[in-house]
């Protein structure tokens, strides 16, 4: 295992400094900042409503619409050109999939929820980030969930697992990276999304998914948190 | 063994485990997944014996039989309006249901109900594909004039509204404000002036926003007392 | 909901206060809302220059970013600034996904004339080297929450993006934008914008969502750090007298003072 020591001198199954704050966008149904490391994403919902165009409505069911999006000035390097690219639209698709299968939206047939993601600083792990934050906006919202849906981008560098990969470390030069992030449902496990890119060997995949369920331990704590920070303090009569 | 892991009163968040074992049951807001009992809701625990059930502090408004609600007049035909009440459909108000004068087939339906206008309702009925049709016949039902319309998140409403009505008349009294409470959130609101309409609006926003820790009767009449100077204002018509 | 967009009972309801000297939020007519607050160097790891201006609930970021290219032939030693803003519909029920509609392209355009076309920044001092290299800098601007007067807080939010801003090193020939220097952008004026509304008779300043939808005329004022106006911009569908843009410009000068001393 050649890379022991990572480059932040965090240890390997640690993860970024996490923070999230609900309710951060007024006149959205819901909505939270979700931040890890130097990632900041903010989420808002809106709807249930009308769905365009009318024929992707389902006649039982909300339709759930992610759009992911990076900020023009969000990214380390060069200005990003603002607008949706390939990208980004295929990372609002794999979002809507990891957060669907919590969801129960039945109530709501024929309509729409959307739900928009803006990452204002990255610093890799970004559709992670989105998809935490577009988990506490939907609860926020108040629409049914059976679990919260925690994201991180596990990573395999040079044989090691590691947990949250910042930018840094995607770019390591030294040895093979494997960047795979995952999306999965804090109480049983279940993976939601899985997107790799680089190599790893069977074994090493299955160690990151077992990792990670301890990794998002931490997420889910700070997503309680932010709820209850603007709930918990109720106690009405 | 059956366990309970949370207690009555306490705020739990969508996906929390409630309870382990097979001797408890769901009600609204929770279900059961194998051997544990969930929340799907973000709320408040309410335990009566054997039954757990949530109470949301926070909800998209679905409209139930019964409800009374506050909406506007999207768009019309010949023979119905559409009235937009905050739900993914519109409702439908058709003819006969408007107002206990006969409407003649063909008539002009905007004299009734134009674009715009805003009204009380009541939900009549909603059919499993959450098709809504609504009455204008029943006493308290009405068009609205005049007056604001403030929005507020309907998991608060029955706070809002208070046991058979008791917060909201007290917001009522001491503001001398007409209120009607939807149940889909949406708050029609005319006071005697400027300053007891911002006044009763703040006393709703702060029970909307979950701001009280304790007490929400005692700290709502607190909060009314020193920004109206503890006057009443006498009987005021029921809006 | 849309009790925003069929604003019918809340435009008869604005008008009946303001008959009365009133308005819907208890403000008087030439007060902006409070607390204004900037937040600086939000997005520091990956701008140049950013931040985030809040006007009561209404929430706005805006981001700095430079590179270096090539200037227009006719213009050598001058460098380019753009300014865009990018509507998401995160901001407001009434902006939907897809290409911008008329009022996201005014408000982008409205900003363009205050932040850029009012001279803000010495673009000659951009040059690096005549001819062949000068600094572009892009500010972009997103709403990230509409509660009215977007117009203001779009150019508060460039303007103070811009006073943020560092400089990036360049080292052989590139940008290095992983260290800044201790530069700021060379800036010729502060321009920051008021746009005052006309409903019926009556002149507001920061109109929420609502008195915006009940406009009928409206006026954006740029105005510089000598007191000059330098950008205007009428919108809506009502004309405005000489008197009424007189008035106007004297409303918008003074509320200037006030919003300078957020910065």
């Known amino acids: 295992m050649a890379y022991t020591k990572r480059l932040d001198g965090r240890k390997l199954d640690e993860l970024r400094k996490v923070e999230a704050k609900v309710g951060v966008i007024k006149t959205a149904a819901g909505s939270a900042m979700f931040r890890m490391g130097n990632t900041i994403a903010y989420a808002a919902v809106r709807g249930p409503r009308e769905v365009f165009p009318r024929s992707m409505a389902k006649p039982d069911t909300a339709v759930l619409r992610c759009y992911y999006d990076m900020m023009a000035f969000s990214g380390a390097g060069e200005r990003v050109r603002p607008g949706p690219s390939r990208r980004s639209k295929e990372i609002s698709m794999v979002t809507a999939k990891a957060l669907e299968p919590v969801l129960d939206l039945t109530e709501f047939p024929k309509s729409g929820i959307d739900v928009f993601i803006e990452l204002i600083q990255t610093d890799a792990g970004t559709r992670c980030a989105g998809i935490c934050a577009a988990a506490l906006a939907l609860a926020d919202a108040g629409f049914s969930m059976k679990d919260m849906v925690c994201a991180v981008a596990m990573g395999v560098i040079d044989g090691t697992v590691v947990a949250d990969l910042d930018k840094a470390e995607e770019d390591y030069d030294k040895g093979p990276v494997a960047d795979l992030a995952m999306a999965m449902l804090p109480r049983s496990g279940e993976v939601t999304l899985m997107q790799m890119d680089g190599e790893a060997s069977q074994e090493h995949i299955i160690e990151a998914v077992e990792l990670m369920k301890k990794s998002i331990k931490k997420i889910y704590e700070v997503q309680k948190k932010a709820l209850l920070e603007k709930y918990g303090g109720v106690k009405d009569e | 063994m059956s366990k309970l892991l949370i207690e009555d009163k306490e705020v739990v968040i969508p996906g929390q485990i409630l309870a382990e074992g097979m001797d408890y049951l769901p009600s609204n807001g929770a279900i059961r997944e194998g051997d544990n009992i969930i929340s799907t809701s973000m709320g408040v625990v309410s335990l009566s014996g054997r039954l757990i059930k949530i109470i949301p502090l926070t909800k998209r408004y679905v409209p139930q039989i019964g409800d009374v609600v506050v909406g506007f007049v999207k768009d019309l035909t010949y023979s119905s309006w559409f009235i937009d009440i905050g739900y993914s459909n519109d409702a439908v108000l058709s003819m006969k249901d408007a107002t206990s004068d006969f409407i003649e087939r063909g008539a002009d339906l905007t004299q009734y109900f134009s674009h715009g206008d805003y009204m009380v309702a009541k939900i009549a009925n909603v059919t499993k594909t959450k098709a809504v049709d609504i009455t204008m016949r029943e006493p308290g039902l009405k068009k609205l004039y005049g007056g604001k319309i403030i929005e507020v998140n309907p998991a608060r409403v029955p706070r809002i509204i208070g046991k058979q009505g008791s917060m909201i008349k007290i917001i009522k009294d001491s503001t001398g404000c007409m209120i009607t409470v939807g149940q889909n959130g949406i708050i029609w609101l005319k006071g005697p002036d400027l300053k007891n309409e911002l006044i009763a609006t703040e006393a709703i926003m702060r029970i909307n926003e979950c701001s009280y820790t304790q007490g929400l009767t005692e700290q709502t009449e607190a909060f009314l007392k020193e920004r109206t100077g503890g006057k009443q204002h006498g009987v005021h018509q029921e809006a | 909901m849309g009790a925003l967009k069929m604003n019918k009972i809340m435009k008869d309801y604005i008008l009946g206060l ?147 801003a560092k400089m990036p090193k360049i080292e052989n020939d590139k940008v290095n934008y992983h260290e800044k220097t201790s530069k700021g952008l060379p800036l010729k004026k502060t321009p920051i914008s008021v746009t005052v509304i006309k409903i019926g008779k009556h002149l507001l300043v920061d109109p929420l969502v609502e008195e915006f939808n009940a406009l009928d005329a409206r006026l954006t004022i740029g105005i510089d750090e000598a007191n000059n106006p330098c950008a205007i911009q009428k919108g809506g569908d009502a004309p405005l007298s000489a008197s009424d843009i007189d008035k106007m410009i004297t409303l918008a000068k003074e509320k200037v003072k006030e919003l300078r001393k957020v910065l």
């Open chain 3, 18 to 164: 303001l008959s009365k000297g009133e308005r819907m939020d208890g403000r008087k007519l030439d007060e902006f809302r409070k607390p204004i607050k900037i937040e600086y160097g939000i997005s520091t790891k990956s701008s140049e220059g950013s931040a985030i201006v809040h006007i009561g609930e209404t929430m706005v970021i805006a981001g700095v970013k430079m590179a270096i290219g090539k200037p227009y032939e006719d213009t050598p030693d001058e460098g380019s600034l753009t300014v865009n803003v990018e509507l998401s519909p995160m901001a407001s029920e009434s902006f939907e996904p897809g290409p911008p509609n008329d009022y996201s392209i005014e408000l982008a355009r409205v900003t363009d004339r205050v932040v850029r076309e009012s001279g803000m920044i010495d673009v000659n001092k951009l040059c690096i080297k005549e001819g062949e290299k000068i600094w572009m800098v892009n500010v972009d601007i997103y709403p990230m929450n509409d509660a009215g007067n977007l117009f203001d807080a779009c150019a508060l939010a460039a303007l103070a993006a811009i006073k943020d």
